[in-house]
């Protein structure tokens, strides 16, 4: 596995322009880089690394959408239903995938980790731009 290829270096274009946001979508990045290098050290050694954090990482994601979610509903954010169902699906492919680890079901870490990685890039890129453009438009009303 190509370590450059899997690992994601955080870019300016990845960023809402909301350093509370941002801090936290590098913290989940960081996480997904996290997993996947532990996917270098073998199968064992991931499965063992994914038993240790995933609770807490997933902890964590609630935290980050919960801010996200109060962020959209205080400036009325027009598809916040839409972004938050979002949220809801990933946390429960997320759990469901978790519960088929923790009963022994068949789960590869490395699968896992690149469906993180798709995940959070896709949704920053796609979904969180969108409410960051609608943030920044409602500025540009304000300043005029």
């Not at 936290?24 to 270098?40: A, G, P, R, V, Y």
């Not at 109060?70 to 938050?84: G, N, S």
Request: one cysteine or more.
């Amino acid at each position: 596995m190509a370590v450059d290829k899997d690992v994601v270096n955080w870019k300016n274009t990845y960023s809402v322009g909301i350093k509370l946001i941002d801090d936290q979508h590098k913290q989940l990045i960081s996480m997904t880089n996290d997993l996947f290098l532990s996917c270098l050290k073998g199968d064992d050694v991931a499965r063992a690394f994914f038993k240790k954090v995933i609770h807490g990482a997933v902890d964590y994601i609630k935290v980050h959408f919960d801010t996200e979610e109060k962020l959209m509903r205080k400036i009325a954010y027009p598809d916040f239903a839409a972004h938050k169902r979002e949220h809801e699906e990933f946390i429960g492919e997320v759990l469901l995938r978790v519960k088929d680890f923790e009963e022994g079901r068949k789960f590869v870490p490395n699968a896992f980790a690149r469906f993180l990685k798709e995940w959070v890039l896709t949704h920053i890129a796609m979904s969180d731009k969108k409410y960051a453009n609608f943030i920044w438009a409602m500025r540009q009303k304000e300043s005029t």
